[in-house]
Protein backbone atom coordinates (compact mmCIF):
# COMPACT_ATOMS: atom_id res chain seq x y z
CA UNK A 1 0.00 0.00 0.00
CA UNK A 2 1.15 3.13 -1.37
CA UNK A 3 -0.36 5.59 0.80
CA UNK A 4 -2.26 7.46 -1.99
CA UNK A 5 -6.01 6.89 -2.26
CA UNK A 6 -7.79 7.17 -5.05
CA UNK A 7 -11.74 7.11 -6.09
CA UNK A 8 -13.76 6.12 -7.14
CA UNK A 9 -12.12 2.59 -8.29
CA UNK A 10 -14.10 2.15 -11.34
CA UNK A 11 -16.16 4.58 -12.95
CA UNK A 12 -18.87 3.99 -16.35
CA UNK A 13 -20.60 6.94 -17.98
CA UNK A 14 -21.37 7.93 -21.39
CA UNK A 15 -20.21 9.89 -24.11
CA UNK A 16 -20.18 13.78 -23.56
CA UNK A 17 -20.47 13.72 -19.88
CA UNK A 18 -18.07 15.06 -17.36
CA UNK A 19 -16.44 12.83 -14.33
CA UNK A 20 -14.43 13.74 -11.25
CA UNK A 21 -11.26 11.64 -10.21
CA UNK A 22 -9.99 12.28 -6.84
CA UNK A 23 -6.85 11.66 -4.80
CA UNK A 24 -5.11 12.07 -1.57
CA UNK A 25 -1.94 11.89 -1.34
CA UNK A 26 0.81 9.99 1.05
CA UNK A 27 0.48 12.24 4.49
CA UNK A 28 3.25 14.90 4.22
CA UNK A 29 3.60 14.61 0.36
CA UNK A 30 3.10 18.11 -1.38
CA UNK A 31 3.16 17.18 -4.74
CA UNK A 32 0.74 15.56 -6.91
CA UNK A 33 1.06 14.19 -10.25
CA UNK A 34 -1.70 12.58 -12.55
CA UNK A 35 -0.99 10.14 -15.25
CA UNK A 36 -3.53 8.14 -18.10
CA UNK A 37 -2.20 4.76 -18.82
CA UNK A 38 -3.90 3.12 -21.65
CA UNK A 39 -2.90 0.51 -23.95
CA UNK A 40 -1.36 1.99 -26.87
CA UNK A 41 0.01 4.92 -25.32
CA UNK A 42 1.30 3.51 -21.81
CA UNK A 43 1.59 5.73 -18.75
CA UNK A 44 1.14 9.14 -19.89
CA UNK A 45 1.84 12.04 -17.27
CA UNK A 46 -0.76 14.76 -17.54
CA UNK A 47 0.10 16.87 -14.80
CA UNK A 48 1.53 18.02 -11.60
CA UNK A 49 0.55 20.32 -9.03
CA UNK A 50 2.96 21.38 -5.71
CA UNK A 51 1.23 22.65 -2.76
CA UNK A 52 -1.89 23.64 -4.81
CA UNK A 53 0.09 25.13 -7.23
CA UNK A 54 0.55 23.90 -11.22
CA UNK A 55 3.89 23.04 -11.32
CA UNK A 56 4.37 21.04 -14.87
CA UNK A 57 2.09 20.25 -17.61
CA UNK A 58 2.14 17.25 -20.16
CA UNK A 59 0.12 15.65 -22.79
CA UNK A 60 -3.12 16.79 -20.96
CA UNK A 61 -5.98 17.54 -23.56
CA UNK A 62 -7.83 20.74 -23.28
CA UNK A 63 -11.16 18.97 -22.07
CA UNK A 64 -9.22 17.64 -18.71
CA UNK A 65 -8.23 19.92 -15.99
CA UNK A 66 -7.42 19.64 -12.70
CA UNK A 67 -6.38 20.89 -8.97
CA UNK A 68 -4.80 20.78 -5.66
CA UNK A 69 -6.82 21.57 -2.74
CA UNK A 70 -5.61 23.61 0.89
CA UNK A 71 -5.92 20.29 2.02
CA UNK A 72 -2.98 18.73 -0.81
CA UNK A 73 -5.97 16.22 -1.85
CA UNK A 74 -6.63 16.79 -6.14
CA UNK A 75 -9.31 16.28 -8.15
CA UNK A 76 -8.99 15.65 -11.85
CA UNK A 77 -12.21 16.78 -14.18
CA UNK A 78 -12.65 15.12 -17.59
CA UNK A 79 -15.55 16.78 -19.84
CA UNK A 80 -16.96 16.18 -23.11
CA UNK A 81 -15.65 12.44 -22.23
CA UNK A 82 -14.94 10.43 -25.79
CA UNK A 83 -14.47 6.77 -25.62
CA UNK A 84 -10.87 7.41 -26.88
CA UNK A 85 -10.56 8.27 -22.97
CA UNK A 86 -11.64 5.42 -21.30
CA UNK A 87 -8.09 4.47 -19.59
CA UNK A 88 -6.36 3.92 -16.50
CA UNK A 89 -6.34 7.07 -14.11
CA UNK A 90 -3.68 7.17 -11.78
CA UNK A 91 -2.46 9.44 -9.04
CA UNK A 92 0.91 9.72 -7.32
CA UNK A 93 2.52 11.93 -5.21
CA UNK A 94 5.93 12.85 -3.74
CA UNK A 95 7.74 14.89 -0.70
CA UNK A 96 9.76 17.36 -2.22
CA UNK A 97 9.28 20.09 -4.45
CA UNK A 98 12.56 20.01 -6.41
CA UNK A 99 12.77 17.40 -9.64
CA UNK A 100 13.46 14.22 -9.84
CA UNK A 101 11.90 12.72 -6.36
CA UNK A 102 10.36 9.48 -5.84
CA UNK A 103 7.12 9.14 -7.05
CA UNK A 104 4.49 6.97 -5.14
CA UNK A 105 1.29 5.86 -7.29
CA UNK A 106 -2.10 4.97 -6.30
CA UNK A 107 -4.02 2.67 -7.15
CA UNK A 108 -5.85 4.06 -9.81
CA UNK A 109 -9.34 4.86 -11.71
CA UNK A 110 -10.13 2.91 -14.49
CA UNK A 111 -12.57 5.41 -16.44
CA UNK A 112 -14.60 3.23 -18.94
CA UNK A 113 -16.47 5.75 -21.62
CA UNK A 114 -19.56 4.36 -23.38
CA UNK B 1 8.15 10.59 -30.01
CA UNK B 2 8.92 8.38 -27.71
CA UNK B 3 12.04 9.64 -25.55
CA UNK B 4 12.43 6.21 -23.54
CA UNK B 5 12.26 2.69 -25.47
CA UNK B 6 11.44 -0.32 -22.91
CA UNK B 7 12.57 -3.84 -24.71
CA UNK B 8 11.38 -6.37 -24.49
CA UNK B 9 7.77 -6.27 -24.65
CA UNK B 10 7.56 -9.19 -23.24
CA UNK B 11 9.71 -11.96 -21.45
CA UNK B 12 9.65 -15.44 -20.09
CA UNK B 13 12.10 -16.89 -17.45
CA UNK B 14 12.53 -20.19 -15.55
CA UNK B 15 12.18 -20.02 -12.16
CA UNK B 16 15.78 -19.67 -10.63
CA UNK B 17 16.87 -17.47 -14.07
CA UNK B 18 18.07 -14.04 -14.72
CA UNK B 19 15.55 -11.64 -16.00
CA UNK B 20 17.02 -8.77 -18.16
CA UNK B 21 15.20 -5.70 -19.40
CA UNK B 22 16.61 -2.62 -21.27
CA UNK B 23 15.87 0.21 -21.90
CA UNK B 24 17.26 3.58 -23.78
CA UNK B 25 16.65 7.18 -23.79
CA UNK B 26 17.48 10.33 -26.14
CA UNK B 27 16.96 13.10 -23.72
CA UNK B 28 20.66 13.88 -21.85
CA UNK B 29 18.53 16.48 -19.44
CA UNK B 30 17.39 13.32 -18.05
CA UNK B 31 19.12 13.03 -14.66
CA UNK B 32 16.67 10.33 -12.41
CA UNK B 33 15.92 6.34 -13.75
CA UNK B 34 13.87 4.55 -11.88
CA UNK B 35 12.07 1.27 -12.22
CA UNK B 36 8.47 0.56 -11.52
CA UNK B 37 6.57 -2.77 -10.88
CA UNK B 38 2.81 -2.80 -11.74
CA UNK B 39 0.89 -6.26 -10.42
CA UNK B 40 -2.65 -6.52 -12.33
CA UNK B 41 -5.71 -4.18 -10.99
CA UNK B 42 -2.42 -2.01 -9.07
CA UNK B 43 -0.57 1.21 -9.63
CA UNK B 44 3.22 1.00 -10.65
CA UNK B 45 5.01 0.18 -7.45
CA UNK B 46 8.75 2.15 -7.02
CA UNK B 47 11.23 -1.22 -7.61
CA UNK B 48 14.47 0.51 -7.83
CA UNK B 49 16.08 4.10 -8.70
CA UNK B 50 19.44 4.63 -9.62
CA UNK B 51 21.16 8.19 -11.11
CA UNK B 52 23.69 8.91 -13.34
CA UNK B 53 27.10 9.58 -11.07
CA UNK B 54 26.50 5.48 -10.64
CA UNK B 55 27.16 2.65 -13.28
CA UNK B 56 25.49 0.29 -10.95
CA UNK B 57 23.02 -0.06 -8.09
CA UNK B 58 21.91 -3.40 -6.56
CA UNK B 59 18.48 -4.34 -4.15
CA UNK B 60 18.30 -7.60 -2.77
CA UNK B 61 18.02 -9.96 -6.38
CA UNK B 62 17.48 -6.68 -8.09
CA UNK B 63 20.15 -4.48 -9.98
CA UNK B 64 20.28 -1.37 -12.40
CA UNK B 65 23.35 -1.10 -14.64
CA UNK B 66 23.53 2.33 -16.09
CA UNK B 67 25.59 3.22 -19.17
CA UNK B 68 25.61 7.43 -19.82
CA UNK B 69 27.93 7.00 -23.02
CA UNK B 70 25.39 4.54 -24.62
CA UNK B 71 22.56 6.40 -22.82
CA UNK B 72 20.68 2.81 -21.98
CA UNK B 73 20.13 1.47 -18.09
CA UNK B 74 18.72 -2.56 -17.65
CA UNK B 75 17.24 -3.83 -14.98
CA UNK B 76 18.69 -8.13 -13.71
CA UNK B 77 16.36 -9.90 -12.00
CA UNK B 78 18.89 -12.45 -10.24
CA UNK B 79 17.02 -16.23 -9.10
CA UNK B 80 13.65 -15.15 -11.09
CA UNK B 81 10.46 -15.86 -8.63
CA UNK B 82 6.85 -16.86 -9.99
CA UNK B 83 6.36 -13.78 -7.89
CA UNK B 84 8.25 -11.50 -9.76
CA UNK B 85 5.62 -11.92 -12.31
CA UNK B 86 4.65 -8.32 -13.31
CA UNK B 87 4.64 -5.75 -15.81
CA UNK B 88 7.66 -3.92 -15.47
CA UNK B 89 7.95 -0.21 -16.66
CA UNK B 90 11.44 1.93 -16.52
CA UNK B 91 11.17 5.73 -16.59
CA UNK B 92 13.38 9.27 -17.03
CA UNK B 93 12.68 11.96 -15.23
CA UNK B 94 14.54 15.43 -15.20
CA UNK B 95 14.28 19.09 -14.07
CA UNK B 96 10.75 19.13 -15.51
CA UNK B 97 8.99 17.20 -12.71
CA UNK B 98 7.84 14.66 -14.98
CA UNK B 99 8.27 11.23 -15.50
CA UNK B 100 8.73 9.03 -18.93
CA UNK B 101 7.91 5.74 -19.22
CA UNK B 102 8.62 2.70 -21.04
CA UNK B 103 5.96 0.79 -22.38
CA UNK B 104 6.51 -2.26 -20.15
CA UNK B 105 7.78 -5.21 -20.11
CA UNK B 106 5.31 -8.26 -19.07
CA UNK B 107 7.73 -10.96 -17.25
CA UNK B 108 6.45 -14.36 -16.74
CA UNK B 109 8.51 -16.51 -14.44
CA UNK B 110 7.39 -20.26 -15.06
CA UNK B 111 7.15 -22.12 -11.90
Not at chain 2, 14 to 20: H, L
Not at chain 2, 35 to 42: I, N, R, T, V
Request: proline letters at 6%; a neutral charge.
Amino acid sequence: DSGVTQTPKHLITATGQRVTLRCSPRSGDLSVYWYQQSLDQGLQFLIQYYNGEERAKGNILERFSAQQFPDLHSELNLSSLELGDSALYFCASSVAPTSPDTQYFGPGTRLTVL
Amino acid sequence: QQQVKQSPQSLIVQKGGISIINCAYENTAFDYFPWYQQFPGKGPALLIAIRPDVSEKKEGRFTISFNKSAKQFSLHIMDSQPGDSATYFCAAGGSNYKLTFGKGTLLTVNP
